[in-house]
């Protein structure tokens, strides 16, 4: 198959285009914009693949996103290319109504344009995969409730809200045109190649440099965690296999909350780092709470029975086994996340961007 993926140097997307390459014989196009959390260093070593191809686009740039379409002449796109971050969405909202929403708008419509040229069989077996999240459904009252595919939207933050509306142009466009699509909804990912900012990583490198590891509130905030390389193989388990206009939950079956995360990613240090930082003798002395977030949802928790009885998908990581492989990635691969701490890793970006 020929298969684009937008925002293809971002965290799950470039685990989707590794897990593509390594894995089938379907040739790849990124199409990243490299905004600051898209990373070429993340695809270390496949850029010479016969199978990947990069493209540096803008998913608003429609007629370019046009061009590029009718050019490779995709079996399947799988949308990634989205902000995703929910603290830099309250402090900036804009950027995400922009290329969660416009930018969907515009590869859907580049994506009409392109599958309405195809024969009959060729539009059959097109695919327009949307990869979203469960944040677009709020948060749970009760600890026996779960997120399932008919659960009601309510997103919370800027973040969730502009991602709960390109879900619904996916809908109105397959409903509407008959554009062959899928969505996806995922819990939390972590794993390898993921930027710093977010409370996984963040936490591992701050404990390394003996600086504060920082929880909202109390810390009881629940999230339901996926190993993004499970992820990786659920999404191209359902772009292969998933039917028409179905929406289908992936999660990882590990709720656990924000403080037994960092609790747990202090063990693992503690176990692993025998000399530590500013001569402290528990990486839990750091842990600090600090004020919660505006409008932070209390627990997500995802019922992903429907992806494990219709495609026999479930994930293979628990997440003991994930975090640590986790953990151990991030102490063995300094130098990816360090560029990014120093800002070096931009050089690549700007200097593409000046070619």
Not at 13 to 41: F, P
Not at 173 to 178: A, L, N
Not at 231 to 254: F, S
Not at 271 to 298: C, S
Request: hydrophobic share 35%; with cysteine; proline share 4%.
């Amino acid at each position: 198959m020929n298969i684009i993926i937008t925002g293809g140097a971002g965290f799950i997307g470039s685990s989707v285009v590794r897990h593509l390459i390594d894995a089938t014989n379907d040739n790849v196009l990124n199409i990243d914009k490299l905004t600051y959390a898209g990373n070429l260093a993340s695809l270390a070593g496949y850029e010479d693949s016969a199978q990947y191809q990069f493209a540096q686009i803008d998913i608003c740039d429609q007629a370019q996103l046009t061009k590029t379409l009718f050019d490779f002449k995709p079996d399947a796109i799988m949308h990634l290319a989205a902000e995703s971050h929910v603290d830099r969405s309250i402090d900036g909202p804009a950027a995400f109504m922009q290329t969660n929403i416009i930018g969907t708008y515009n590869l859907l419509e580049a994506s009409k344009a392109y599958w309405l040229t195809l024969t009959a069989k060729q539009q059959q077996n097109f695919r327009f995969h949307h990869i979203s999240t469960d944040e677009v459904y709020g948060d749970l009252d009760s600890p026996e409730d779960l997120f399932t595919e008919k659960t009601s939207y309510q997103p919370s933050s800027p973040y969730s809200a502009s991602k709960a509306a390109s879900d619904h142009l996916v809908r109105a466009w397959q409903r509407t045109y008959g554009l062959p699509t899928i969505i996806t909804n995922c819990s939390n990912n972590y794993g390898p190649y993921h930027f710093p900012e977010k409370l996984i990583p963040l936490v591992i490198i701050n404990a390394l440099h003996g600086k504060p590891l920082p929880i909202y509130g109390t810390g009881q905030q629940i999230r339901d965690w996926l190993y993004v390389e499970d992820h990786a193989h659920a999404l191209v388990t359902v772009m292969k296999q998933g039917n028409i206009g179905e929406t289908y939950n992936i999660g990882g079956h590990n709720e656990k909350t924000n403080l037994e995360v960092v609790n747990s990613i202090c063990d693992i240090l503690n176990m692993e780092i025998t000399e530590k930082p500013n001569a402290i003798k528990d990486f839990k002395k750091l842990i600090t709470y600090v004020e919660d977030r505006p409008g932070h949802d209390l627990r997500y928790a995802i019922d992903a029975s429907k992806i494990q009885v219709k495609l026999n998908w479930v994930p293979k990581e628990t997440f003991e086994t994930g975090l640590r492989k986790t953990v151990l990635w991030y102490l063995e691969n300094r130098k990816w996340w360090q560029d990014i701490l120093d800002g070096s890793y931009q050089t690549e970006r700007l200097g593409l961007q000046g070619t």
